[in-house]
């Protein structure tokens, strides 16, 4: 899966990586997008059938794996999980 990364978020990136996924900045083309907060979010586009966007503030690699993996996020129904 390639993801699509906001910049200062390079070292989760690294760690997502070496788990596997395809890892570019934010602004190429990609099936899900990590990113903290809203500042400096534009949109970029989707690609069909969307993207999987996934807010990571208090989250650690390991959650966010899972969460692209089983592509499941609902962020509408209470604070991340703080593995």
Same mark, same amino acid.
């Given at each position: 899966?390639?993801?699509?990364?906001?910049? @200062? +978020?390079?070292?989760?990136?690294?760690?997502?990586?070496?788990?596997?996924?395809?890892? %570019?900045?934010?602004?190429? !083309? &990609?099936?899900?997008?990590?990113?903290?907060?809203?500042g @400096? +979010?534009?949109?970029?586009?989707a690609?069909?059938?969307?993207?999987?966007?996934?807010? %990571?503030?208090?989250?650690? !690699? &390991?959650?966010?794996?899972?969460?692209l993996?089983?592509?499941?996020?609902?962020?509408?129904?209470?604070?991340?999980?703080l593995?």
């Amino acid at each position: 899966m390639t993801v699509a990364y906001q910049s @200062g +978020l390079e070292t989760m990136a690294a760690e997502l990586r070496a788990m596997g996924f395809d890892m %570019v900045p934010m602004g190429e !083309a &990609a099936e899900a997008c990590i990113f903290r907060g809203t500042g @400096g +979010l534009t949109a970029q586009g989707a690609a069909p059938g969307g993207v999987l966007m996934v807010e %990571v503030s208090g989250r650690t !690699a &390991a959650s966010v794996a899972h969460i692209l993996q089983s592509r499941l996020y609902s962020p509408l129904f209470g604070p991340p999980s703080l593995e």
